[in-house]
């Protein structure tokens, strides 16, 4: 039975509405399960709460998975993650699309100015979303589930300082 190296992130939110998040780290039972950690958060939390002025607005926990082999050593020499590929999915029960908006999108992906929706990297990123896969569902943040592709689009996403501190370049 292997632990997980886990992330519990919790929001607090002050009087001048600043919020900033207190972030713990567990190892937690591969056997462990979704209703388990909300048990753990029902007793852990109010324990926080009396020691704290300041109000919890949300709790997340973040399991890190092992990366499997096979991934890129380092990135490409083109890749820059404020050019991103947004794509917009259906959702299920409501008529507005989910984008989820995918950083550093592949060179070899754009045609004519245009992310190739029929590529074989794409389609097959685009079924994993679509499709129930080991119980997992894609959902929007309000819970729906995604259900299609509908269209994508090239756009940049700004990274200013995170750039400018790890940047070579002359401004």
Known sequence: MP??????????LDALGVTVSMDTFY???????LA???TYLAAYLPKLDAITDSKITAATFKPRGTLPGGLKASPDEDAENERTGLFNFSQSAVPYKNGIDVPGISDALIVNGKI????????DWVSIITTTTQGLINVSKFLNALQ?????????????RAESRRSFEVV
Do not use: Q
């Open 36 to 38: 388990d950690l909300n």
């Open 27 to 33: 190892e937690v039972p591969d056997t462990t399960t």
């Open 3 to 12: 632990n997980i190296p886990t992330l519990l992130s919790v929001e607090l």
């Open 148 to 160: 299609t592709l509908l269209d994508a689009l090239i756009s940049f996403r700004k990274h200013r």
């Open 116 to 123: 190739d929706l029929t590529a074989t990297a794409v389609t």
